[in-house]
């Protein structure tokens, strides 16, 4: 069973890897100035990192409680309607 795992974690490494060299060859190769190649990589960085902190308020707004906490349980005293 964990020679299926250790086959998929692989080919997971050898895609994103490979997609990672083939980024920085098109880079390298575009015919763009490099003034204009870096801003391009600044601003992806830019975006990138704005979503990843947007994803990361997402997932900390799914994964905390949805209570409002001790104070407001009921503790069988009397109620009004």
């Not at 050898?14 to 190649?37: D, N, R, T, Y």
């Amino acid at each position: 069973m964990s020679t299926n795992n250790d086959n998929a974690a692989a080919a997971v490494i050898a895609f994103v890897s490979g997609a990672v060299i083939g980024a920085a060859a098109a880079l390298l190769l575009a015919p763009a100035p490099g003034s204009e190649i870096r801003g391009k990589i600044s601003d992806l960085g830019e975006t990138a990192a704005e979503r990843m902190r947007r994803l990361a308020r997402e997932a900390k707004f799914k994964v905390s409680p949805k209570t409002k906490g001790a104070g407001y349980e009921y503790d069988g005293g009397d109620a009004w309607i």
